[in-house]
């Protein structure tokens, strides 16, 4: 995961330039195309059995939809009407909303800590992408925009979360591209791209975004999320912001502040500090849970 997080740090970059010349729902379109290329003979050089029963079906398709094509399509267009550094800023609500569900849907109350964590750790995330404050005023579908995005990704945690025991990873992988292909074939014929949105920029970016990004990078986290679970997974969203100016520093030249310094440090202490209160807790309730069986 923390290998991820540099992987999907350096995206925000790569796609922002991507989206230059092409619209978002074609670059998830190529994305996920050229991950499929890359994945397939990799299922087909191990196991050409496709394992799959009727009632996984249509959850895959609804893991496809939004942790696939909802969530980039609300990211990528947002980054329209506000910057990388808003943007950001509203994702690090990824893991909140997350330990807000356990709690709502499924009783697992976090700890005062754990809350204070992640709030703490929005600040430290202010502080290192220096957000304006003005910003904020305006770009209302921006902001809507990566509500939803924050919304379709924890959907697509749980929704994956409950797969992970019926499918190898490898295939997981596969089948969710697979149909999250399926699903937007329609809409790349009926707004098939232009010659001229294929610049060198578009296809790099198509390039970068389905071999790393989505070809190596689901495979990493859809195996994590078999092994963490959703919210610690969605915890380690918290360090994207960072990982993204480290990378800005080094490649667009972004120059880093005290307190930008001073924000990846509080971010990456308080993550840590939630993290260790989740996994307590989860050994907690695991150890109840023992207990109380017969």
Known sequence: MTLLVCLWGLEYIVAKKALEDIEPLTLVFFKYGVAFVVLAPVKLAINRKIEMRRKHILPLFVCALFGDIIYYAAEYRALSYVSVA??????????????????????RRPSPLMLAGVFVCILGIALVIGVDLKQ???????????GVAILAWNLYNFFTEKLTDAFKILDLTLYQIACTLILLAPYII???PSFASMTPAALGGA???GVVSCA??????VNALSVLGATPCALFSIFMPVTAAF???ILLKETLGPLQIAGGGIVIASACVVLRQKNLLDANRAANEGKNRP
């Not at 808003?86 to 009783?107: A, D, K, M, N, Y």
């Not at 904020?136 to 902001?143: A, E, H, K, N, V």
């Open 86 to 107: 808003v943007l950001t800023i509203l994702l690090s609500f990824v893991p909140l909303l997350s330990i807000l569900i356990e709690w709502g849907f499924f009783g």
């Open 136 to 146: 904020l005023r305006g770009g209302f579908l921006g902001y809507a925009l990566g």
């Open 190 to 192: 009926a707004n098939p």
């Open 207 to 209: 390039a970068y975004l």
């Open 216 to 221: 190596l990078g689901f495979f990493i986290y």
């Open 247 to 249: 990378f800005g520093r």
